[in-house]
């Protein structure tokens, strides 16, 4: 939450951490969503997820060793995420940035948490799994299918890899991953938190367990298809894109189904809400579940998503879910369990109302701007001058138009995290005044056998439940069925992907520049998709094919533009243009926001890897001949000579080189690793501008 | 929009059976969830539904 609100006053002060480079906003963009996602929503899990499966089983967990492995591992992780992604060794893939060794420790600790549930479920001492722990078992299995497929990577080191996916399929791979990551590790988990903490703190069962039934299955059946409305537009196979958008609008039924059932078990004790902090946090978590829930369906219809994508209003949408439904049930679970772990009531009551009203405010505060800023953004995106020109041409104008916007949504989040320190303090004062916490016992008699009498013409669901290892192998095939109808198509069929045939892998400084991308996060802010609509084609230049990313391991596609989208950059601005705006953006363009990135003028480029990295490519599929690889370095040094050359034609900049020669560590600029950068810069786009004759290009 | 659908899928061999699996996949999902849970028994479900207080 810190690093996300650093981040909300980096839109507003973008050299607020000048010049350090772990601290720039392509570094610790990430870090804030998997701080958000991994640490505070992972553990938030975890912990509910322990308390209750105890106690709906009656038995205590599998094994102590697996759940300390499951915690200390966990944690861990977090401290390498902490370390790793502001060092900028990311793999770009959203919520999936962590380099591949740490991508291994996450499967094993998921394996750890996922054996000691099972293990916990097979020694129960209760005959019937209630509708929470089905909960429980999708998120295990399908969170561990997902990671596994789209972490597949090769490794050029230990800290670097590629996908082993290029382009339009590592696009919908990553976005099946992506949306499914919100359904099974912020949706599915918390619903069972939902089905168990909300009855117990309302002190009545569930509203209607039959329809909780229903939720579940349909849920997870229909989640795992709606991932390609994250690729509306973009150069993902049409008949994908319709599959994505029709099961987006499906899932409003069993999402609405949940909140009714979630709400609706709160009849008959509206009263006490009023005076029950953790009452009202849970009314506001599930309700924020229910905005989010119609409003992602709506932005997947093709219509709405051509102005909700790449905006703000995405930001203001994934805040909904993750400060309304995540944030707020968390409150609530730790309101209800501290206390009663501790054997105490709660230090205030009053602090607790006070930091849901602030915390309520805070996400007003957060939201509403973004949605203000999301359809100014897309109106001046796309509005035309009578005479057919832009009427907002420069993007700058559209940026500059929304900082009002930016400065209320960090007012927003400084409220939301006021509130959680609030409670931060409450909970703390709580303990401070309980008796320390000690095992339970579960003392529940182990099960005796059913007899077969017993289960003639029983129902087929009473016997499933009292099989878990049946109902795991069940919910798994129904996850499948969704991700293999779309992925195993896009994966085959090569008519899927038309090959252009002007477009060539990168040349090894452009892939070193790739990479330089790549580590300082630019794609946070920068789109490289140009959608066919008119107002995007005049605005960068001919719409994308899927034929253009054939050799993008990972794709850079970006979800968000803070800044204009780069895929026609090449040959737009002049190399030392490009120097001078990365060295000072607001020299160049008065008013951008960017961050300066000054370091990568001084940096010696390392090129100890490139050859490897071009040998990983061939392994990938990439046509790299040996004889390229064996030239590797010299073509590097030639292109970065050529670049060099007309940087030092600037005189200003010439003379301030020439100043620096003298430095003991003084390095060449062509070793510079901004060189690399502005030689893929300037490679962006230019393969397919080649290929379109004039004709066609006036065409689009 | 049909004819990327087309162009894509007519690529595969036999693809005629696909749209017609897929169709009764779906909906004989929904059929057998809703069969399913109209099948319980009030008492069940009531039992059921108590697990989270019998502690």
Not at chain 1, 240 to 246: E, N
Not at chain 1, 599 to 625: D, F, R
Request: proline share 5%.
């Amino acid at each position: 939450m810190l690093v996300g609100l650093l981040l909300a006053f980096l839109f507003l002060f973008p050299n607020l951490t000048y010049g350090v480079e772990w601290l720039s906003f392509g570094r610790l963009r990430p870090l804030h969503t998997n701080a958000v996602i991994f640490a505070f929503i992972g553990n938030a899990l975890f912990g509910g997820i322990y308390y209750s499966l105890q106690r709906l089983l009656k038995t205590r967990m599998y094994s102590d060793v697996l759940s300390k492995i499951n915690f200390w591992g966990w944690q861990l992780i977090i401290v390498t995420a902490a370390i790793t992604l502001p060092l900028g060794l990311t793999s770009s893939k959203e919520y999936a940035e962590l380099e591949w060794p740490i991508d291994i420790a996450i499967a094993l600790v998921w394996v750890a948490f996922g054996v000691n549930m099972i293990g916990t479920i097979l020694r129960r001492r209760v005959r019937s799994l209630y509708v929470a722990i089905w909960f429980y078992i999708a998120t295990f299995i399908t969170v561990a299918v997902l990671h596994i497929f789209n972490s597949l990577v090769l490794p050029v080191s230990w800290f670097k890899s590629y996908s082993v996916y290029a382009g339009v399929q590592d696009a919908l791979v990553q976005w099946w991953y992506g949306h499914n990551a919100v359904a099974f590790f912020l949706t599915t988990p918390f619903l069972g938190l939902m089905y168990y903490f909300v009855p117990k703190a309302a002190e009545r069962p569930i509203y209607s367990y039959r329809l909780s039934i229903v939720h579940f299955w349909s849920l997870i059946f229909i989640y795992i298809w709606a991932g390609p409305h994250h690729l509306l537009y973009s150069a993902l196979p049409g008949w994908a894109q319709s599959l994505g958008v029709a099961f987006s609008i499906m899932l409003i039924a069993p999402s609405w189904g949940g909140m009714i059932n979630g709400l609706l078990t709160l009849r008959g004790v509206w009263d006490k809400v009023v005076f029950s902090p953790v009452l009202k946090f849970m009314v506001v978590a599930i309700t924020g579940y229910g905005m989010a829930t119609l409003e992602g369906p709506l932005m997947s219809l093709k219509n709405i998503n051509a102005i909700a994508h790449f905006s703000d209003w995405v930001i203001g949408h994934v805040h909904i879910g993750g400060l309304a439904w995540n944030g707020f049930l968390t409150f609530a679970m730790l309101y209800w369990l501290v206390p009663k772990l501790v054997k105490s009531n709660i230090y205030s009551t009053k602090l607790a109302n006070a930091h849901f009203w602030i915390g309520t405010l805070g996400i007003v505060l957060y939201a509403i701007p973004m949605y203000v800023s999301g359809f100014t953004q897309a109106a001046m995106w796309k509005q035309f001058n009578p005479d057919g020109t832009l009427v907002y041409g420069n993007f700058l104008e559209t940026v500059t138009q929304i900082i009002p916007m930016y400065w209320m949504r960090a007012i927003g989040g400084t409220l939301y995290l006021v509130g959680a320190l609030l409670m931060g303090y409450n909970l703390y004062k709580t303990i401070r005044k309980g008796t320390p916490v000690s095992d339970e016992e579960a003392n529940a008699l182990p099960l005796i056998k059913i007899s077969k009498k017993r289960v003639i013409g029983e129902k087929y669901h009473p016997w499933l439940e009292r099989r878990p290892i049946r109902l795991t192998i069940l919910a798994t095939l129904v996850v499948l069925i969704g991700g293999i109808v779309q992925i195993i198509p896009t994966l085959m069929v090569k008519s899927n992907i038309p090959t252009i045939s002007s477009v060539s892998p990168y040349t090894p400084l452009e892939l070193e520049g790739r990479d330089i991308y790549i580590r300082e996060g630019c794609v946070s802010c920068h789109s490289q998709m140009i959608r066919p609509f008119r107002s995007e084609v005049v605005r960068y230049g001919p719409y994308s094919r899927a034929g253009e990313f054939v050799y993008d391991h990972p794709f850079l596609w970006g979800s968000k533009r803070t800044g204009p989208d780069l895929l026609r950059l090449g040959g737009k601005y002049a190399d030392s243009w490009h120097l001078n705006h990365m060295y000072d953006p607001q020299s160049t363009s008065p008013g951008s926001i960017m961050p300066a990135y000054p370091w990568l003028l001084h940096n010696e480029l390392n090129t100890a890897m490139t050859l490897k990295k071009m040998e990983v490519m061939v392994e990938l599929g990439v046509p790299y001949s040996s004889e390229e690889i064996d030239n590797g370095l010299t073509s590097l040094d030639k292109q970065a000579e050529e670049i060099e050359k007309r940087l030092l034609e600037d005189p200003q900049y010439a003379a301030a080189y020439n100043a620096e020669t003298r430095d003991a560590n003084f390095v060449p600029l062509k070793n510079r690793e901004i060189v690399a950068l502005i030689a893929y810069m300037q490679r962006l786009g230019v393969d397919l501008s080649n290929a379109l004759d004039p004709e066609q290009k006036t065409k689009n | 929009m049909l004819q990327h659908v087309k162009e894509h899928m007519a690529t595969i061999n036999g693809i005629g059976a696909y749209p017609i699996f897929t169709l009764l996949l779906f909906t004989g999902f929904f059929a057998g969830l809703i069969w399913w849970i109209l099948r319980f028994k009030k008492a069940t479900i009531q039992q059921l539904k108590n697990i989270p207080f019998d502690e």
